[in-house]
């Protein structure tokens, strides 16, 4: 029985080697390792097919030997050792078998990691395949969209052409005093007149040159740098009618990518703009020694960022015109206040702690409490109940935040 059970597993192996050939044919030559040891493995199947054939034939001869003692009357020590011969043959041949099949099942399991390593490797050439196509889509994609801003960008050229001369209220070209070159007016001026000095293309501004503008004959805003169909584009320099100065990345006359803007007071900006002052994400500096983090919007007044004060204060949240509005943290002078901002001042629902422990936690408005709140005293004493700008009163005791017991009327 286990004769033929071994010959039934190597004829099944047998044909799943032959379909496997029969498939890895169609395969690359980076597999070629992997077909060498499927024929190393059918050798060792077929060398396992004669080992066993060789033990019948050892076993059957023992049989007859055998056979041979009980019907003849021979030598028996002749028979013995014959008998004994044949024994240690066919444990000779059993011990090669072992070894065979060891060595069939080491190849086998060498085999299984190589397909295994072989399936790995095509699973990474497909997912490398589909990641190429993916980023050939996604530069299409860009090239697209690249090609739909040019058109939009010779639409706007076209339609700007069109336009009028600048006028009050109107943006619009302006021809320099020269009578030679236009600039574009986005915010014109009433009495306002050009001075450029530069290279003219097409009628309009460009190449390195100045552009400096003039209200009822006084010095306004200068533009400094590369021009690019009448607007600066590049690197350059803005000084604006109020002293404030920027230098920085400039597209289409806007302020855009890396610049620092120096505010006339003494505070300035150091970061990445973008389309103009709609959005900017780097430091404020405040001549004060105070500085915001973050991103700002809207014109450079809201946003989300740290504020770290000259005083030693510092707030991380959100903003509104420069000032905590939102949701925001504050630790300073002491205490540390989480919760919302209307205009700079807490409003809303926020939790406050002091210094000497005491913590109060609920409605606020105009930096008072006021609402529904929950106070612990710095002696451990809980007070929950309505306050009324700061004043809360209930059962005989009373307590105070942001006021006096006097102002309470207490």
Not at 105 to 128: F, H, M, W, Y
Not at 174 to 196: F, H, M, Q, V, Y
Not at 300 to 328: H, N, Q, T
Request: with cysteine.
């Amino acid at each position: 029985m286990f004769q033929q059970f071994v010959r039934f597993t190597v004829f099944a192996l047998f044909c799943a080697l032959l379909g496997f050939n029969a498939s890895a044919q169609q395969k690359s030559a980076s597999y070629v390792d992997t077909v060498e040891l499927q024929n190393q493995l059918k050798r060792a199947a077929a060398a396992i097919v004669v080992g066993e054939q060789k033990a019948d034939r050892l076993k059957a001869t023992l049989d007859a030997e055998k056979l041979r003692v009980l019907e003849t009357d021979v030598d028996r020590q002749l028979n013995k050792e014959t008998i004994t011969k044949l024994n240690a043959e066919i444990e000779e041949a059993q011990g090669e078998q072992r070894q065979k099949r060891s060595e069939f099942t080491a190849l086998k399991q060498k085999i299984d990691q190589a397909l295994a390593a072989s399936t790995q490797k095509r699973e990474e050439e497909r997912a490398k395949e589909e990641a190429l196509r993916r980023q050939a889509d996604e530069d299409q994609r860009k090239r697209a969209e690249a090609d739909t801003l040019r058109a939009e960008e010779a639409k706007k050229r076209a339609a700007e052409s069109t336009l009028p001369e600048a006028s009050p209220g109107t943006p619009g070209w302006t021809l320099d005093t020269a009578g030679k070159c236009r600039a574009w007016n986005a915010i014109p001026r009433p009495n306002e007149t050009l001075s450029w000095s530069g290279d003219c293309r097409d009628g309009k501004a460009a190449g390195i040159g100045v552009a400096q503008w003039y209200t009822d004959g006084k010095p306004g805003q200068r533009d400094e740098g590369p021009f690019q169909e009448g607007r600066l584009d590049g690197k350059g320099v803005r000084i604006l009618p109020s002293g404030d100065r920027y230098e920085g990345g400039f597209k289409e006359g806007r302020y855009n990518g890396s610049g620092t803007y120096f505010v006339v007071n003494g505070n300035r900006l150091e970061g990445e703009f973008q389309n103009g002052t709609q959005f900017f994400h780097g430091s404020f500096f405040y001549k004060d020694g105070g500085r915001f983090d973050g991103d700002l919007r809207e014109g450079i007044k809201s946003g989300k960022g740290v504020f770290l004060y000259a005083s030693g204060g510092r707030y991380e949240g959100e903003l509104r015109d420069m000032k905590p509005d939102g949701r925001g943290k504050l630790t300073a002078n002491g205490f540390v206040y989480e919760g919302q901002w209307i205009g700079g001042e807490k409003s809303g629902t926020g939790r406050i702690q002091y210094a000497n422990g005491t913590i109060y936690e609920g409605e606020w408005l105009s930096n008072k409490p006021h609402g529904q709140g929950s106070y612990r005293a710095q002696s451990g004493e809980i007070l929950v109940g309505v306050w009324s700008n700061g004043c809360f009163k209930q059962d005989g005791k009373w307590a105070t935040i942001g006021t006096t017991k006097e102002v309470c009327g207490f």
